[in-house]
């Protein structure tokens, strides 16, 4: 069912202005998000119309605009890789860690996002890889799937990457399961001193190599006050944050749902939408219980910027995998350890249907939709489609 209120109805309603108040300040990625947003599942990208196939009841059905960044298209794009990493679960403890940048760092980032949201994802699964491979902790290689979220509850800038963890890995010498103990995974002072020192050399090897200053930032160009103003983040505790583990394989994908594809606020958040702005919910961290759960009004611009901070660079990849999981290993890795652990792989005889065919069941009686015409961008469709075909009334 549709949210009673949308980005993309304040992308209609605000972007052109936006765009017009900001024009030669918004990045070519941005305007394309705008765009994508504002036309998804319009006539403007073309659409089907669907009939049931026990009652004919029909519908018409626009096409999404499948940007990452878009609220409304991310459902099916998680269904389809859940599916794909459902087969690779193991039946062991998962943990959950989070590696932050600092705010002082965060804003290099910021302008440097895709060198700098690089370097995060590399330094923190680094840093996991080599604290589990060190004989004082567990002494094996592990598997890390790592999301990366750049955004606070408010929509304010704060890089994060999110990992999910097998409570254990295989021994360095490939010949047996290494479990980590049951509530604890690696101690997350040695992780936070390790990612920091990680981190720092390389950005300091980027600085003059890569990165780029502008605005308020530009004097960091000069490397010697890009030492001073790191000077202090040396000294400070770089958090690393360790939950407890999940209660099964369900649940990590039942919380990878939530966050592998999620984009800076949902339309669920969004509670208003007027002359005083956009009004949503967001969570306080730093109250506890029901204080927790805040409501905050932005004024519209304000709420569009805070949006478009978020948008990544073209062709960077916000999920990636590392150790046991990486790419061309993760299938003879994933078989090692069904191995080791004396289980059984899942059958294949399980299939998913393809986001591209997910379609909600018929409202009226719950039968399966078919498509039975199409029609191209910037055209409506006829209706109803044919003569035997009952228009949407014929089932009340």
């Known amino acids: 069912m549709r949210a009673s209120i949308e980005v993309a109805d304040i992308f209609r309603a605000a972007g052109s202005a936006y765009r ?10 941005q305007l394309k998000v705008m765009s994508a947003i504002e036309h998804c599942r319009t006539a403007a990208l073309g659409g089907h119309i669907e009939a049931c196939e026990d009652c004919g009841q029909w519908r018409i059905a626009y096409n999404s605009c499948r940007n ?9 794009a998680a269904r389809t890789w859940l599916a794909e990493r459902e087969a690779d679960l193991l039946p062991v403890g998962y943990f959950h860690v989070v590696f932050t940048l600092p705010v002082e760092v965060a804003d290099i980032a910021f302008q440097n996002k895709a060198l700098v949201y690089d370097l995060l994802f590399k330094a923190a699964s680094e840093t996991l890889l080599t604290i589990a491979a060190d004989p004082k902790h567990l002494g094996v290689r592990i598997g890390i799937t790592a999301v990366l979220h750049t955004w606070g509850s408010a929509m304010t800038h704060h890089p994060h990457v999110h990992m999910i963890v097998p409570g254990g890995g295989i021994a360095l010498d490939g010949k047996r399961w290494v479990s980590s103990p049951p509530a604890f995974l690696l101690p997350v002072r040695v992780l936070g001193k390790l990612f920091r020192r990680l981190f720092l050399t390389r950005l300091l090897a980027l600085h003059g190599m890569g990165l780029s200053f502008f605005g308020s930032m530009a004097h960091l160009a000069d490397r010697r006050v890009f030492l001073r103003h790191l000077a202090p983040v040396r000294k400070k505790r770089w958090v690393v944050y360790a939950k407890a583990p999940f209660a099964g394989p369900e649940a990590v994908l039942a919380y990878l749902s939530r966050y592998t594809h999620r984009v800076a606020i949902s339309n669920r958040r969004l509670i208003a939408f007027d002359a005083s702005g956009v009004t949503f919910r967001y969570k306080d961290y730093r109250r506890d219980g029901v204080d927790r759960q805040q409501v905050m009004t932005l004024a519209t611009d304000e709420f569009i910027r805070r949006f478009l901070l978020h948008v990544l660079p073209r062709g960077f990849h916000r999920i990636r995998h590392y150790g046991l999981l990486a790419g061309s290993a993760r299938r003879a890795s994933i078989a090692r350890t069904r191995e080791l652990l004396n289980v059984a792989a899942p059958s294949d005889d399980d299939t998913t249907e393809e986001a591209d065919n997910f379609r909600p069941p018929c409202p009226c009686c719950g039968g399966r939709m078919i498509v039975i015409e199409v029609f191209e961008r910037w055209r409506q469709p006829r209706g109803p489609p044919d003569k035997t075909t009952p228009n949407p009334e014929s089932c009340r």
């Not at 990452?68 to 099916?76: D, I, L, M, S, W």
């Open 20 to 29: 017009t108040a900001h024009a030669g300040h918004l990045s070519l990625a």
């Open 68 to 76: 990452r960044h878009c609220p409304k298209c991310q459902g099916a």
